[in-house]
């Protein structure tokens, strides 16, 4: 007989959980072994009626728990507890803000261009995009404490978040729009070592050939693509990570 966790209807909350709390108590019950390893977790939807919260405040806590070795995600099949735990990497999608913030530094960012496109074929075949598909791209710069930090190179798909095209992206940056708008169920990373070209030396203020960091990145959302974006930093560049 399959194994079904069930969650009570007086578990539900008055106030909205946050991720960090929707996390909390799943892991605790995983813990606890009150959900038993190889048991089948109720799906997204009724989670977040339980908790009284989004589908995407649960859906990031369930990526990070996948994260973290202790479910596993199967599109079709649902999510279960593993039977065994396991430890591996893990590259979050930071907010860049933060992240500067972080580091001690005062956060500006700026809006260089922005464009309505149909998708080159190049970002067609990566992303899975029909032929008539268009994006928006974004080209913007995040400073700390007034120094470039990163040039960010995006396109979002009109298709998955049409609703891109009325945002005033000077006044937020787009990787903190789309964490705050859409979850994401894929990621796909790739981190490389270039040289600066001309159209690099201008915005990151290093000379053409100096050695920058890139970071390419990919999101999906149930299998429509949701954004491709490269990020590239300065010479002297460090990519921290936890896991």
């Keep these: 007989m399959q194994n079904k966790v069930v969650i009570l209807p007086e578990r539900r909350c008055a106030v909205k959980a946050t991720y960090k709390d929707v996390k909390s108590d799943i892991l605790s019950k995983i813990t606890k072994g009150e959900w038993a390893p190889g048991s089948l977790v109720p799906n997204e939807v009724d989670l977040a009626a339980t908790y009284g919260c989004a589908r995407a405040t649960v859906n990031r806590a369930m990526r990070e728990l996948a994260d973290d070795g202790l479910i596993e995600r199967r599109r079709k099949a649902g999510t279960r507890v593993r039977m065994t735990p396991i430890r591996q990497a893990r590259f979050d999608i930071p907010i860049v803000r933060a992240e500067i913030e972080e580091k001690g530094a005062e956060y500006r960012y700026s809006l260089v261009s922005s464009s309505i496109e149909p998708a080159p074929d190049w970002l067609r075949a990566r992303l899975k995009l029909s032929d008539k598909s268009k994006v928006l791209r974004l080209v913007c710069m995040h400073y700390a404490d007034g120094d470039p930090y990163q040039h960010e190179d995006r396109w979002i798909s009109l298709t998955s978040l049409p609703q891109a095209q009325t945002v005033d992206f000077s006044d937020v940056g787009p990787n903190e729009w789309l964490v705050s708008t859409i979850p994401f169920s894929d990621v796909e990373i790739s981190f490389s070592a270039g040289l600066a070209d001309q159209r690099l030396t201008d915005y990151l203020t290093c000379a053409i050939g100096d050695p920058v960091f890139t970071i390419e990145r990919s999101t999906w ?23």
């Design 221 to 243: 959302w149930e299998g429509h693509a949701v954004t491709y974006v490269r990020l590239t930093y300065r010479p002297g560049h460090r990519l921290t990570t936890r896991y």
